[in-house]
């Protein structure tokens, strides 16, 4: 299988900060649990601590707003419409792991791109709901500036879609401009404001 480096190096680097990030956010939950309850003297009811921890945590849980939750999720599903786009749409990232390659026909239908654009949003949908990233959010204290932030990675997603489009369009000759690199800085920059909430509260732990 022949792979385009950037496509290789780029999915492991959106894992592994997903990952990082991930123990980021239980870190800050454990730090705030121990600061509030203090440390547990030899823990010996285990079960009962885990009840505690999950009450402890719902009680935590703070309201962000239809907008702000809405706007988190849509962008989130959109990611994830991006992320397909770009690995599994363009071409050139996985010569022999893509749309044109594996569902030739369909790819080249009236209906192709809009039909995996569903399938894609779908698998994000599942994805936010199997993660419960809206909870997440919850448990931290965002600030307005903060959630408008969010409207920034649509702009970015918007234009990343649009030159894995183009990419698709032009296949199997190539754009005229090479874009990729812009593509994905878009999609990594996306991802990082969407996790800046977890990040920022871990650094702030930190300091």
Known sequence: MVLDATGFVGLALLVVLSVIVAKFHMINLDRIYKKVSGP?????????????????????????????????????????????????????????????????????????????????AVIGWVSLVGLKLPQAYSYYDITKNEKLMVLVPWVLLLISLIISVNFGTAYPQLPIWDLKIIDFAAILVSEGILLSPFILEFLEVKR
């Open 40 to 120: 547990m003297e030899g823990n010996p009811h285990k079960d009962d601590n885990n009840k505690a921890k999950k009450d402890f945590y719902e009680a935590l849980s703070l309201p962000q707003g239809s907008n702000f939750t809405i706007a988190t999720a849509s962008t989130w599903i959109l990611f994830s419409v991006a992320v397909i786009f770009y690995f599994f749409l363009t071409p050139t990232i996985f010569e022999n792991f893509n749309y044109f390659i594996i569902f030739p026909v369909l790819a080249s239908s009236q209906y192709g791109f809009l039909i995996l654009g569903f399938i894609s």
